[in-house]
Every structure is written in C-alpha cells, then in structure tokens.
C-alpha cells in the first residue's frame, strides 16, 4: 500500500510540501525497499515502517546536504537535487516550522527573585534565559553558580527564543578576577607613554 506525504517530519524538523510526494514498498529478498519516483534515493530494513522512517531519513540527510550548500559546492548531481528539493519543498515555511540549533556559552548566574527550581543563564553575548530545572539537562543541575559550560540549544527561527537546552559539556572559560584585569591593564603602555604622532 503506497503512502502519500504532504508534510514530511524528522524529529524537530518540518518539511511542508508544495506538492504532495508517494512512496512505494518494493519487495527484497527478507526486506522493504522503500521508493518514490522523484528522489533517487530509498529506504530499506525489515519492515515497512522501518523503510519508510530510512526513506525519510534519507530526505532529510539528502536536503540538509544539498540545501545549505553554497552553489559552486554543488555537483552536477547535487544540483538536480536542489532544483528537485526547490520544486516539492515549501522552503520558507520549513525554515518557519523548523527550529535552529546552535552552541552558545553561558554560565549559571545568581538569581534570588527567581523560584528555587528554576536557574538564570547569561550566554557570553550577555543575553540571558531563565529556565526550568525539570526541562534541562542533568549536567547542567551539576553546575555552580559562575561556572561556565557549552550548550547546543534548539531556538525558534523567527523569535530565536530558547526553546531547549539539548547537551551541555564543560568550558574552561571563566571571568577574569579584577587582580587579573588590573594586571592586563597594567601591561599596555599608557596614552603618556605612546611616542608622538608628529
């Protein structure tokens, strides 16, 4: 029985079609092979769910590598593929429904007018979230007060609100004490100092 996307989806990811696009199940040996008669590519396992979800991961893999490829990256190959993805992708509204994912650094900065469950994080780009403690990762709970970690968080394409912190690995980044800012002061050669322009 052949299956008909008009909305493809991959985890987070959203693919509205402008055209809608028809697998079909082809019989080999003990497993599925999963086709359509536009992309040259399929997906294959034991059971047709499983080949469907391949074939849609090969979508997904196909486009991200085809997509976000400057022009002159692009094989002959790759550009009928692009030109295929233009055609049945509604680009814009996957970008829309899509969230982005990035890795930012921040660390736990104190907060006492906020509940106890949850924590506010200042990124190093001096923006800051506040999120609840159920919703993040244990490690980040590992973390003090002034300890700066990594993240990959997922954000909202069109408001870059925070969606998700995802993972978090540690940064041996860390502010600097005044003793050490004096000290980096003290090392430049002050306005007095500099030999005249003239």
Same mark, same amino acid.
């Given at each position: 029985? @052949? !299956?008909?996307?008009?909305?493809?989806?991959?985890?987070?990811?959203?693919?509205?079609?402008?055209? @809608?696009?028809?697998?079909?199940?082809?019989?080999?040996? %003990? +497993?599925? $092979? =999963?086709?359509?008669?536009?992309?040259?590519?399929?997906?294959?396992?034991?059971?047709? /769910? %499983?080949?469907?979800?391949?074939?849609?991961?090969?979508?997904?893999? =196909?486009?991200? %590598?085809?997509?976000?490829?400057?022009?002159?990256?692009?094989?002959?190959?790759?550009? /009928?593929?692009?030109?295929?993805?233009?055609?049945?992708?509604?680009?814009?509204?996957?970008?829309?429904?899509?969230?982005?994912?990035?890795?930012?650094?921040?660390?736990?900065?104190?907060?006492?007018?906020?509940?106890?469950?949850?924590? /506010?994080?200042?990124?190093?780009?001096?923006?800051?979230?506040?999120?609840?403690?159920?919703? =993040? +990762?244990?490690?980040?709970?590992?973390? +003090?007060?002034?300890?700066?970690?990594?993240?990959?968080?997922? =954000?909202?394409?069109?408001? %870059?609100?925070?969606?998700?912190? $995802?993972?978090?690995? @540690?940064?041996?980044?860390?502010?600097?004490?005044?003793? /050490?800012?004096?000290?980096?002061?003290? +090392? !430049?050669?002050?306005?007095?100092?500099?030999?005249?322009?003239?």
């Amino acid at each position: 029985m @052949p !299956h008909t996307f008009n909305t493809i989806t991959f985890g987070t990811e959203i693919y509205p079609l402008l055209k @809608p696009i028809t697998v079909e199940f082809i019989r080999n040996g %003990d +497993s599925f $092979c =999963c086709v359509d008669r536009i992309f040259p590519f399929c997906g294959e396992d034991n059971t047709k /769910e %499983d080949a469907l979800r391949g074939w849609v991961y090969e979508f997904r893999q =196909c486009f991200s %590598d085809v997509y976000y490829q400057q022009h002159w990256e692009r094989t002959e190959r790759d550009e /009928e593929l692009y030109i295929l993805f233009i055609e049945f992708v509604d680009v814009q509204e996957h970008r829309k429904q899509t969230p982005m994912y990035y890795t930012r650094t921040g660390k736990i900065i104190e907060n006492e007018t906020i509940p106890k469950h949850k924590r /506010e994080i200042e990124w190093i780009d001096e923006t800051r979230d506040i999120i609840n403690c159920e919703d =993040c +990762s244990l490690e980040l709970l590992q973390y +003090s007060v002034g300890d700066y970690f990594i993240a990959v968080v997922l =954000c909202d394409y069109e408001t %870059d609100n925070l969606l998700k912190i $995802c993972d978090v690995l @540690p940064n041996a980044y860390r502010d600097l004490t005044n003793a /050490e800012i004096q000290e980096f002061w003290d +090392s !430049h050669p002050a306005t007095k100092d500099l030999p005249d322009s003239t």
